[in-house]
Structures are given as structure tokens and as C-alpha cells.
Nanobody, 122 residues
Framework: QVQLVESGGGLVQAGGSLRLSCAAS????????MGWYRQAPGKQRELVAT???????NYLVSVKGRFTIFRDNAKKMVDLQMNSLKPEDTAVYFC????????????????WGQGTQVTVSS
């Protein structure tokens, strides 16, 4: 089993910054991909940013240049630095761990954190 615990959400004015953190724990040897997704009211969950264990990143087009994803493989943590926030960034942000190699040598897929609310006021 894998647990993901997020922190760092909150309320910020447009143009401000927030940093989200996610820590993974459990029977984990390594995690191939970690990332952040978000879901606004009435909308589908969407990928915000992902990062592989080797550091390859992928970003939602609308956040490129404003958000940066960081990862610490040893600590099994992933952060999302969000700058120049806009009201349209308001959503619940979810941490994701995909293709987890367990300490028993197996693979497990797509774990989610409980979500953290980010609200950007105009």
C-alpha cells in the first residue's frame, strides 16, 4: 500500500504564489512518475505537471512558465511551485504516484492523495 499526503494549499490573491508538497509512504522501493492533477467544480480532473524518476517533466500548457515541479527521489516527495497564480487555477489539487515499484518487487499503479484546495481570488 502507498499513502500520499499533500500540504500547502490555501487562499491567495491573483499574481501570488503557493507551493504544494506531497510525501509518499508505504511499501515503496521507487516511483516511476509523480505528479499533480487538479479538478475544478464541474470539470474533469486534468494533469497539471508530472515528473519521472529521471527528471523528465510534462506540464499543462496553461501553466508552463508559471508552475515548476520538483522531486526528491530519496525522500519520495514531489512539490509544485505555483507562481503568477490566476483565478482559473482555482481547484482541488491531487498528488499522484504512478507505476510504483514495491519493496516486494511488484508494480502498483495510480495512487492518489486526498487533495488540497487552492483558491485564487481576483
Amino acid at each position: 500500500q502507498v499513502q500520499l499526503v499533500e500540504s500547502g494549499g490555501g487562499l491567495v490573491q491573483a499574481g501570488g504564489s503557493l507551493r504544494l508538497s506531497c510525501a509518499a509512504s508505504g511499501s515503496i522501493f521507487s516511483i516511476d512518475v509523480m505528479g499533480w492533477y487538479r479538478q475544478a467544480p464541474g470539470k474533469q480532473r486534468e494533469l497539471v505537471a508530472t515528473i519521472t524518476s529521471s527528471g523528465t517533466t510534462n506540464y499543462l500548457v496553461s501553466v508552463k512558465g508559471r508552475f515548476t515541479i520538483f522531486r526528491d527521489n530519496a525522500k519520495k516527495m514531489v512539490d509544485l511551485q505555483m507562481n503568477s497564480l490566476k483565478p482559473e487555477d482555482t481547484a482541488v489539487y491531487f498528488c499522484n504516484a504512478d507505476r510504483v515499484v514495491t519493496t516486494k518487487g511488484g508494480y502498483e499503479y495510480r495512487y492518489w492523495g486526498q487533495g488540497t484546495q487552492v483558491t485564487v481570488s481576483s
